[in-house]
């Protein structure tokens, strides 16, 4: 086994890759124009070796940096003494490869006066003005070429619209929620890494709620209404023919005259041939993503860029095409252009409700277009693998054992892979959606993978281990102590329709077999240790928290979201911030290799190679340097550690 | 999805017949299928429940005297139209079917009778069909709610030579009585070597399968 994947290199494939990064890269700018796919393909993807983790990252040795200070300008002592990521840059001089600060408060309230002028009176399309800024501080980065650029925020989210507010706390009373990281507040608890903000707390704890049901007279609905409009983020998608199709809150009733309203200003725009693609209103964003026969869109107070919430479409979008395939979908529509679609897709309002909780939770997977795995030994990797490739029956296209949404182990042709949007919609049907949870017994469940091929079906076999009594019929989904982050299925996926007791038996033969080999008791204890703290994996580190993205593996790893991020809404805040720093990192024209901020409550880090992508996050004090040495020796870490955080290769036919 | 080798007779259960029949149920959406099956595999309901999603595939035994176990492999299916083209591979080789309505929802009647024709056309010549009308627990309280009168049911039922009942998951009413009454109405005693399993201990019949089929035969299983 090991032989046959001793190219050991690509794995989660490079097409795969390729259209994850050609996504990102699509960042920003470039938003009046249509995006398509193909285009994305082949456009100045950056050329990421599809190598191995391993192999090191062309860094110059750090620590000679660190000896010879005089080869630095004098400013930049005791800044982000970050390893320069490519040879080029070495070759520089000293100035280029300043790291410098991004964010300043300074920045941040003088963005909110310029949005305040710009905006203040109409929803104009706020990536006007961000060009603007944008261009003005492409200034700075070109100083530093792309070894490590300045980069400021530019604001997701408008400001209010009151002028009234332009003489009081700008940033307290224009931030919208997704900005409240970001924010100078006073009283800060101890430890925590962002401001109070009841506010937000008071939103985001009602956000997951049902609205209430308009009584029959009416005479609720003002009050419904209310609560609609409260929530942080809504999805709507609706037909070509402007019929809805799912709202993540509200019923008919309630959203009719807002699908008419946004149904109006996509065939305004349609209709003087042009597409209208967001637009912000009352501090709100609005995306909207044609695709097809259908019109998606994002309303968000979580100020999430553009281009993510784009991305979050698309898996709504991939969703409705892994129940019907495309061409079924069209056809419908060919057929019948005032089609309701919402017959055909009956019983998956959940799967999208699930995922919309999903982003609006905040989801790193989504964020970073990659999956996380159940870190293990590569031996034990191995022998998983091994047991995977002998106990595969003839029809298997792919076989997965998977972990609380944590992949284990993977076993798939050599030809093709696993696209982490697929697996996404998977892990969302078995883990987030209650559907296959509530049933019990073993599942057989056709569904397309769009980026595996979105014309047809495949047939996946569920079945959910007991891992106490892994050897015993299962009649039920068993219920683990620890809640879907314990849970562990196997799943086996077939083109073939009648292939149910061909894979139930291979699941059979499958669990045996990693039961007398042991794999099993080291599945069940790596799924109790969960993820690491981050102390755990670095001791004495001052991050707090770390996104690490491998680009080759498509893959990331992250710590535990305890201690400092264990509550919903802290979780989400850090998501957002994740998101701020995702968008900084691949917004255009300049395309920072590092990124640094700081705030009243914390100080983060956005660095970004062909190799990997890094966020991470800091109590505010942290000094650059040792927020720097932090992520240095992360970065170590993940070379040490890669063959067990990530599957590489996985087990191929 | 042809029949599968069933378990062979219990070890130290002398005199008793061990059978193994394959169930399927079929019905319109949200009528309730999903929710007879956990009620009667692990006496479980829920108020809310999700939308199946393909198909779920749970086993359950019962005891239908002090000698006689019968084995049940049940095929809960999704409802909705798009699973439609899924469903004989469903009920192909099964021996039982339970087609389920909802007593307040008369078009799901039709949906069942529906149903009713295709196994009658496609399925199992000697297939077992029970109708179950669901949700009796919402007729209790509030009888305005019956939007099919038990009567006519009945006499269709009857008609078409099905098993029939009124059944509540939520109170369980009449579940564990539909399920027995299927599994005595199965022709334990002469049933095919691939359903019908006796311990072969018993002296003097040898009910063991003749042979063990495989995958894929895909035939008829009388």
């Known amino acids: ?653 | 999805m042809a029949a599968r080798n069933p378990q062979g007779g219990r070890p130290g259960a002398s005199n008793s017949r061990f059978a193994q029949f394959k169930l399927v149920l079929l019905g319109e959406s949200a009528v309730g299928k999903s929710s007879l099956v956990l009620r009667f595999v692990k006496d479980q309901f829920d108020d809310y429940r999700e939308s199946t999603i393909g198909a779920a595939f749970l086993t359950q035994t019962i005891a239908l005297d002090e000698s006689t176990t019968v084995k049940f492999e049940i095929w809960d299916t999704a409802g909705q139209e798009r699973y439609k083209s899924l469903a004989p591979m469903y009920y192909r080789n099964a021996n039982c079917a339970v087609v389920v309505y909802d007593i307040t929802q008369a078009s799901s009647l039709d949906k069942a009778k529906a149903w009713v024709k295709e196994l009658q056309r496609q399925a199992n010549e000697n297939i077992i069909i029970a109708l179950a009308g669901n949700k009796l627990d919402l007729v209790t309280d509030s009888p305005d709610k019956r939007a099919i009168p038990t009567a006519d049911a009945e006499q269709y039922a009857k008609d078409s030579g099905l098993l029939f009942f009124e059944t509540s998951a939520k109170t369980s009413e009449n579940v564990k009585e539909l399920f027995t009454a299927i599994a005595k109405k199965l022709p334990l005693d002469q049933a095919g070597p691939r359903s019908m399993r006796a311990s072969a201990t018993r002296p003097g019949v040898d009910l063991r399968p003749e042979a063990h089929s495989t995958q894929g035969a895909g035939g008829c299983n009388c």
């Open chain 1, 1 to 653: 086994m090991a032989g046959e994947d001793g190219d050991g290199a690509v794995h989660q494939p490079l097409d795969a890759k390729q259209k994850d990064e050609s996504v990102i890269n699509n960042n920003g700018d470039n938003d009046v124009k249509v995006l398509k796919n193909d285009e994305e393909k082949d456009s100045g993807v950056p050329s990421a070796p599809a190598s191995r983790e391993g192999t090191p990252p062309p860094l110059p040795p750090r620590r000679k940096l660190l000896e010879t200070p005089d080869r630095r300008p004098p400013t930049s002592s005791g800044a982000l003494t970050l390893p320069r990521s490519t040879p080029r840059s070495a070759a520089r001089p000293p100035l280029q490869s300043k790291a410098t600060t991004a964010l300043s408060l300074a920045d941040i309230h003088s963005h909110a006066h310029v949005n305040e002028g710009s905006y203040s009176n109409s929803p104009a399309s706020r990536q006007l003005s961000l060009g603007g800024l944008r261009t003005a501080h492409s200034g700075h980065g070109s100083d530093g070429d792309e070894t490590a650029s300045v980069i400021s925020y530019a604001p997701t989210m408008e400001a209010g619209t009151d002028v009234e507010s332009m003489l009081g706390d700008v940033l307290r009373d224009r931030s919208t929620p997704g900005w409240v990281p970001f924010s100078p507040r006073k009283g800060v608890e101890e430890g925590s890494l962002f401001p109070d903000d009841p506010d937000f707390e008071e939103a985001f704890e009602h956000e997951f709620d049902e609205l209430d049901d308009i009584t029959s007279d009416g005479l609720d609905q003002d009050a419904v209404v209310v609560q609609w409009k409260a929530k942080l983020k809504h999805f709507m998608i609706l037909s070509f023919a402007g019929k809805p199709i799912h709202s993540r809150h509200g019923n008919d009733q309630l959203i009719t005259s807002s699908i008419g309203v946004v149904q109006t200003l996509i065939s305004f725009y349609q209709g003087a041939s042009e597409e209208l693609r967001g637009f912000t209103a009352g501090g709100v964003r609005f995306v909207v993503m044609s695709r097809g026969s259908l019109n998606l869109i994002a309303i968000s107070k979580l100020g999430e860029s553009d281009q993510q919430l784009r991305t979050q479409l698309d898996s709504l979008y991939q969703q409705i095409l892994s129940t019907l395939t495309l061409p079924v979908m069209e056809r419908m529509f060919k057929n019948r252009a005032s089609t309701d679609l919402r017959r055909p897709l009956q019983g998956t309002e959940t799967l999208l409700s699930a995922l919309a909780d999903g982003f609006t939770r905040g989801s790193p997977s989504t964020l970073l277009s990659a999956l996380e795995c159940l870190k293990m030994r590569k031996t034990h990797r191995n022998v998983i693998n091994n047991t995977l490739l002998k106990t595969r029956s003839e029809n298997l296209l792919y076989g997965l054992i998977v972990a609380g949404g944590r992949l284990v182990s993977v076993v798939r042709p050599r030809k093709h892979s696993l696209h982490p949007g697929d697996l996404q919609l998977i892990f969302n049907m078995l883990f987030e959606a209650g559907s296959v949870k509530a049933g019990g017994g073993e599942n057989w469940i056709p569904l397309c993978l769009p980026n595996f091929n979105n014309t047809g079906y495949l047939y996946m076999y569920v079945s959910f281990l007991n891992l106490d009594k892994p050897l015993e019929d299962i009649t039920e989904r068993p219920q683990s102590s620890g809640g879907t982050e314990e849970e562990v299925a196997i799943l086996l996926i077939s083109t073939e329709k009648e292939g149910f007791f061909e894979l139930r038996q291979m699941r059979d033969d499958l669990v045996k077999q990693l039961g007398k080999n042991g794999s099993l008791e080291i599945i069940k204890q790596a799924v109790r240790r969960g993820r690491p703290a981050c102390t755990d994996i670095i001791p004495g580190t001052v991050l707090r928290h770390f996104l690490y993205k491998s680009r080759g593996n498509v893959q990331f790893i992250m710590p535990s979201f305890e201690p400092a991020f264990s509550d919903p809404v802290a979780r989400r805040r850090l998501i957002t911030l994740y998101m701020h720093l995702h968008t900084a990192l691949h917004s255009r024209p300049v395309h920072p290799k590092i990124h640094h901020s700081t705030s009243t409550t914390h100080t983060s880090l956005a660095w970004s190679t062909p190799v990997f992508e890094l966020y991470a996050v800091a109590p505010a004090n942290t000094q650059r340097a040792a927020l720097a040495q932090a992520a240095n020796r992360l970065i170590q870490y993940v070379r040490r550690e890669e063959e067990r955080v990530f599957i590489i290769g996985g087990a191929v036919f």
